[in-house]
Structures are given as structure tokens and as C-alpha cells.
């Protein structure tokens, strides 16, 4: 039974802070091995990302930080299979980007601020689509689209065109979209970036059911205090370079520092 169906009945107005059990967290369902990137440019070449390696568990939430032009986004893109690295690779529940591009597509799920809903679908008719993409069953793909739509409060749109939606239930769609494969791995990239109190909330519960169901979770966001409060572990990442890794007592202890603010603070400044 999928990891999402076994908790439809959860509220999301009250997320848990339970992680998956530690025989799951012994598995790597996400593994970054020595990934780069370099760009040609007119006065020289860029590293956008340098030698980055990082693993994610089941029931985890990483989060990958850093300022504007760290490489987050890039990182993404190579995961995603949307940028063909330089060296390195990502393996995904055991498949890689080397051997298996398409497989690993499979296996993720992928939430950015940009929500791209087709405003000429109703709801229903999107998630069903997306599904198909994915080569998920019909009646499994209708199932899912329920429990779902349950999960997220958005039964009452589903038959509503997304072009009516407003920017609080466009989100939500979206968040419900990722998830209508069931991946193992969820991919969030500035998922809070122009949302107010309610709609950052929506974020922090969705974050709470992901690591309920066992997803392996990778947020990238240079929104520090945010993730503080979200994530198990972290990767800081500055100019290409993944400067330090580890759980925040962790980066506390090398750095002397008690916040994340702080640490990339002495980091950039350094």
C-alpha cells in the first residue's frame, strides 16, 4: 500500500515530528556522489558546483542552503536530469542517472515556487494527467487523486479550473501533483519563496506528511530560520563547495556557531 495512502487520515493542522524508524533510516534512498558542474562563460569558466556528495535517508528532510548563486539550484537540475553533470552522479532507490535517467525521474518528486498549473484543466483532469505520465494505473491514479485531495483540503476543487484558482489553492495543487506518483524522493526547491503566514504553514505540514510516509525530503531554500525548524540535517553549501554537512548540534560544534544565520554569516564573510 502506498506510504500516502497509510496516512490520509492524518490532520495536517497538526504535523507530527516523528521520523521513520531506524531500520529505514539505514537505507539511502538519495545518494549525491561527487557531482560538478562547470559553465562556459564569456570571460572564463564558472564551477557552479565542485565534488558535491551528500546522502538523504528515508523519513529525512535535508536541507541543502546557501545564498543566491551557491549552486542549489543547479544541483536540483542535475538530480532532476535536467543538466548533464560534469563528473559525479545521483542514485535514486538504487538507480542512477548514469545507467537509468529514466527510472530515476520516476522516483522523484519535485515542488518549486514556480507552480506552472495548466490554467485550461479543472484539477482533476492535471493530476490524472500527470499521473499518466508516470505510467501510474487509471483507477490507481484515481484513488490516489482522492485520498490526496483529502489529505491537502482541496476535494472541493478538484473539478474547478486551475486557471480560477487563487495563489493559496494553486500551491496546494501543486503540492498534491508531486505526490500523485507516490515518489520516494520529494525534491522542494524555495517552496516558501513569496508566500505569506498561512501558505508557509501549508509548507511545514506538507514537510510533516513527507516524512510521515517515509519520503526521503531535500529542501533548498535560503530561507535559514525556515529551515531550522524544518530539516534533520543540512548541507551548507557556498560557491560550488559543500562547506559543511551534518544535523545543527553538529554545525553548531564545528563552526562555534548557534544559528544557521550566523554560520553563513562567518562563512561569506570569510
Given at each position: 500500500?502506498?506510504?500516502?495512502?497509510?496516512?490520509?487520515?492524518?490532520?495536517?493542522?497538526?504535523?507530527?515530528?516523528?521520523?521513520?524508524?531506524?531500520?529505514?533510516?539505514?537505507?539511502?534512498?538519495?545518494?549525491?556522489?561527487?557531482?560538478?558542474?562547470?559553465?562556459?562563460?564569456?570571460?572564463?569558466?564558472?564551477?557552479?558546483?565542485?565534488?558535491?556528495?551528500?546522502?538523504?535517508?528515508?523519513?529525512?528532510?535535508?536541507?541543502?542552503?546557501?545564498?543566491?548563486?551557491?549552486?542549489?539550484?543547479?544541483?536540483?537540475?542535475?538530480?532532476?536530469?535536467?543538466?548533464?553533470?560534469?563528473?559525479?552522479?545521483?542514485?535514486?532507490?538504487?538507480?542512477?542517472?548514469?545507467?537509468?535517467?529514466?527510472?530515476?525521474?520516476?522516483?522523484?518528486?519535485?515542488?518549486?515556487?514556480?507552480?506552472?498549473?495548466?490554467?485550461?484543466?479543472?484539477?482533476?483532469?492535471?493530476?490524472?494527467?500527470?499521473?499518466?505520465?508516470?505510467?501510474?494505473?487509471?483507477?490507481?491514479?484515481?484513488?490516489?487523486?482522492?485520498?490526496?485531495?483529502?489529505?491537502?483540503?482541496?476535494?472541493?476543487?478538484?473539478?474547478?479550473?486551475?486557471?480560477?484558482?487563487?495563489?493559496?489553492?494553486?500551491?496546494?495543487?501543486?503540492?498534491v501533483r508531486g505526490l500523485i506518483h507516490d515518489p520516494p524522493v520529494m525534491l522542494l526547491d524555495e517552496p516558501t519563496r513569496g508566500?505569506?503566514?498561512?501558505?508557509?504553514?501549508?509548507?511545514?505540514?506538507?514537510?510533516?506528511?513527507?516524512?510521515?510516509?517515509?519520503?526521503?525530503?531535500?529542501?533548498?531554500?535560503?530561507?535559514?530560520?525556515?529551515?531550522?525548524?524544518?530539516?534533520?540535517?543540512?548541507?551548507?553549501?557556498?560557491?560550488?563547495?559543500?562547506?559543511?554537512?551534518?544535523?545543527?548540534?553538529?554545525?553548531?560544534?564545528?563552526?562555534?556557531?548557534?544559528?544557521?544565520?550566523?554560520?553563513?554569516?562567518?562563512?561569506?564573510?570569510?
Open positions: 500500500m502506498d506510504g500516502l495512502l497509510r496516512i490520509k487520515q492524518t490532520a495536517i493542522s497538526q504535523p507530527s515530528t516523528e521520523t521513520a524508524s531506524e531500520s529505514c533510516r539505514s537505507h539511502r534512498m538519495l545518494i549525491v556522489h561527487s557531482l560538478s558542474k562547470r559553465f562556459q562563460l564569456e570571460h572564463g569558466d564558472l564551477t557552479a558546483v565542485d565534488n558535491l556528495s551528500l546522502e538523504v535517508h528515508p523519513g529525512e528532510v535535508y536541507g541543502l542552503l546557501g545564498p543566491n548563486g551557491a549552486g542549489k539550484t543547479t544541483t536540483m537540475r542535475m538530480i532532476l536530469g535536467l543538466l548533464e553533470p560534469d563528473g559525479g552522479y545521483a542514485s535514486v532507490d538504487g538507480l542512477t542517472t548514469q545507467t537509468d535517467p529514466i527510472g530515476v525521474k520516476s522516483r522523484l518528486g519535485f515542488v518549486s515556487a514556480n507552480d506552472g498549473v495548466y490554467s485550461w484543466l479543472t484539477v482533476r483532469e492535471m493530476l490524472l494527467y500527470f499521473a499518466d505520465l508516470y505510467d501510474v494505473p487509471h483507477q490507481l491514479a484515481e484513488q490516489r487523486c482522492e485520498n490526496l485531495s483529502d489529505l491537502m483540503e482541496i476535494r472541493n476543487l478538484l473539478d474547478r479550473r486551475a486557471g480560477d484558482l487563487s495563489t493559496g489553492q494553486r500551491q496546494r495543487v501543486t503540492l508566500l505569506d503566514v498561512v501558505g508557509v504553514q501549508t509548507i511545514f505540514d506538507y514537510i510533516s506528511i513527507l516524512r510521515q510516509a517515509g519520503k526521503a525530503v531535500v529542501v533548498c531554500t535560503h530561507r535559514l530560520d525556515e529551515a531550522e525548524r524544518l530539516c534533520d540535517r543540512f548541507g551548507l553549501l557556498h560557491k560550488g563547495h559543500l562547506q559543511y554537512t551534518g544535523t545543527m548540534q553538529e554545525l553548531r560544534d564545528a563552526t562555534g556557531h548557534k544559528t544557521l544565520v550566523d554560520i553563513f554569516v562567518d562563512l561569506i564573510r570569510n
